[in-house]
């Protein structure tokens, strides 16, 4: 096991800056998920910490050493790659034990490395196979395995699960888990996945444009976002956001405060926006699950909306209303029994003020209350 | 299911390529029906396709005259030597080109594709004043060296490679594989049908080259089979069928080659035109 510290990693491709000076800290035993969008940066900064790219500015240390200088195969980690990247010509037991191989360790010992890695993924009935003869799902296993092997300090993720269908997809998550859970190896994992990122992440970075947007636990992203990119990336259906503007701070003991939607309705966040003034544009960040839907009513707080689309998912329902001045339709999950009207029919939408955040023009969130 | 339209273009093809076969496989068929006659029927003012006598005395009168073991052997040598090294050299250049990073990279490629539009000829007494400084006039190095550096075969192996999926490469990285060892154990596995229809290429051309053994050989001991065919032609005059014997014993090795590795070659030609899948 070990520990990951990043300070000010850069990386440009010519012109062009992909990392724009990053800082982290990865704990011993930690499982680091990094997600963001396509083209955020983070596979290369995987890379840069793997030691397949060099960094064009800042320090990698790995267990308190800089690191920089130190090759790929001596930084003590191993990557599984989201193509597998198994030898096709080799089986899969010198598949998983090539690193070994290399290292000059005797056969004797490499057969019992590669017997006990196969024994914790349960491939052992596959080893004298080659990579073109196994299912997705085996070859992701094979792939994990030849990781297992080398018995690295950090295990490296890339995309690992993004060729396999989505039944296999939720196993092998539920696997990587628990074989986390087992080997208690330093793990830092890449995904655009953001449900892959809140069920595997003890700490999730959320990577846009070459800068992390937050960092911090699954649940304390999901609760309480540090901007709007953060809280629109994770969830799903993701949050539903309202250009309101605020209007003032009502109780100050509480710190709710009203804003005014563009329909003209006035609602109550609980929010410190003490650096903003009232009349400021702001916008309103409310998650699926935090409405409830009612039958039209007129009462002061409540969002008058149209339904428009309802899905049913099985064990939930997902209603798409249309509210009047906005752009987007308003995602509202539901129970699947829960007494929606039909579609075209008039609805309100409600929701607590502590269960909604306030975002500044800028898209940073006001602190909640 | 075929339509029946489409059947009388299927005899069309077929009669063309038939005809087209029988237009290759006719001078060949009158090498071996002039090789297997008794000299005195190769000028006999009547036309026969198939000897009115059939014999061996030709290709039993060319061993007898000793030189075409040594030629076979000369040739064996050389295009085996020309196939490993230039494929030695073909292979870690095309990887360097293709896989690593150096200063200049770009540019020593294009050098190395311009290479490829200069005529041999016109290399040639530069090529000979050099070899002769070497004091290699005469010698196995002397007609091996100039002909290991071949562009398109660089050219080629750099395009398959660029085609490996670098994830290979990087995984053999982490897993502690230097370059010579990513290259070894990994891209060369991979390419193994590219290497082995790049070789046949090779040796079939090594086997065959005359223009410069012609220039840099100067003893009959040294002589290959192409040029050695020259020497028989004057040592029995005009007879042609201890020439034809010498000829089909010449090009019989090459051909092996080909038939025994020609599938191998096929599926390389394919994964070098990424036609298969």
């Known amino acids: 096991m070990a520990s990951v510290r990043l300070r000010g990693i850069g990386k440009s491709f010519g012109d062009q800056e992909v990392i724009k000076g990053i800082d982290l800290d990865i704990a011993d035993g930690e499982f680091v998920v990094l997600v963001g969008p396509s083209g955020c940066g983070k596979t290369t900064l995987l890379r840069i910490i793997a030691g397949l790219e060099s960094p064009t500015k800042g320090e990698i240390d790995i267990d308190g050493r800089r690191s920089n200088d130190i090759a790929a195969a001596r930084r003590g980690m191993a990557m599984v790659f989201q193509s597998y990247a198994l030898y096709p010509h080799m089986t899969v037991a010198e598949n998983m034990g090539f690193a070994l191989k290399l290292a000059g360790v005797a056969k004797e010992e490499i057969a019992a490395s590669v017997s006990r890695a196969a024994d914790i993924l349960q491939i052992g009935h596959l080893l004298d196979r080659r990579p073109k003869a196994l299912s997705g799902g085996q070859r992701q296993r094979v792939a994990i395995g030849r990781a297992i092997v080398r018995r690295p300090g950090v295990f490296l993720f890339d995309e690992p699960l993004s060729n396999l269908d989505a039944a296999l997809r939720a196993q092998t998550r539920v696997e990587i888990a628990r074989l986390h859970k087992e080997l208690k190896t330093t793990t830092i994992y890449v995904t655009h996945d953001q449900a892959e990122a809140m069920t595997l992440g003890e700490k999730i970075v959320v990577l846009n444009a070459g800068i992390i947007e937050q960092a911090g636990t699954p649940l304390d992203l999901y609760a309480r976002p540090a901007n709007r990119f953060v809280a629109g990336f994770l969830g799903s259906p993701r949050m539903n956001f309202l250009d309101a503007q605020l209007e003032s701070i009502a109780e100050s003991d509480t710190l709710l405060v009203s804003v005014r939607l563009t329909d003209g309705t006035l609602v109550h966040v609980a929010a410190n926006t003490n650096r903003a003034e009232s009349g400021t544009s702001v916008t309103l960040g409310v998650r699926p699950e935090q409405f409830t839907v009612m039958p039209r009513d007129p009462a002061p707080g409540a969002i008058a909306a149209k339904v428009a689309v309802i899905e049913h998912l099985g064990d939930s329902m997902i209603v798409y209303a249309q509210v009047e001045g906005m752009p987007d339709l308003m995602a509202v999950k539901c129970g699947a029994d829960a007494p929606v009207p039909p579609v075209g029919s008039g609805i309100s939408l409600a929701f607590r003020p502590t269960h909604a955040h306030l975002f500044d023009p800028h898209g940073v969130a006001f602190a909640p209350d | ?277």
């Open chain 2, 1 to 277: 299911m075929r339509s029946t339209a489409a059947l009388p273009w299927t005899l069309v093809a077929l009669t063309a390529s038939a005809a087209l076969a029988l237009l290759w496989l006719a001078p060949l068929l009158w090498a071996a029906s002039t090789a297997l006659r008794p000299e005195h029927e190769t000028v006999s003012a009547v036309f026969h396709w198939l000897p009115q006598t059939w014999t061996l005395d030709a290709f039993a009168k060319v061993f007898a005259a000793g030189s075409l073991p040594r030629w076979l052997f000369n040739s064996a040598l050389v295009a085996l030597l020309v196939t490993m090294l230039t494929m030695a050299v073909s292979i870690t250049a095309a990887y360097a080109f293709s896989q690593m990073t150096f200063r200049g990279k770009r540019w020593l490629f294009a050098l190395s594709m311009i290479a490829f539009m200069l005529p041999f000829e016109s290399l040639i007494v530069p090529l000979f004043r050099l070899m002769n400084q070497l004091r290699l006039i005469d010698t196995y190095a002397g007609i091996v060296l100039p002909q290991l550096v071949s562009p398109v075969t660089i050219y080629v192996f750099k395009q398959f490679f660029d085609a490996v999926p670098g994830d290979f490469r990087d995984a053999a990285v982490m897993d502690g594989a230097s370059p010579w060892q990513v290259l070894r154990y990994v891209y060369l596995p991979v390419s193994g049908n590219i290497v082995w229809a790049m070789s046949i290429v090779v040796f079939i051309g090594a086997w065959n080259n005359f223009l410069w053994p012609f220039i840099v050989i100067t003893s009959s001991e040294m002589m290959t089979i192409p040029l050695g065919l020259t020497q028989t032609q004057d040592a029995f005059g005009v007879r042609y069928a201890q020439m034809m014997a010498a000829a089909l014993l010449g090009g019989t090795p090459v051909a092996l080659a080909y038939v025994l590795f020609q599938r191998r070659v096929t599926e390389g030609m394919l994964a070098a035109t990424g036609l298969k899948g």
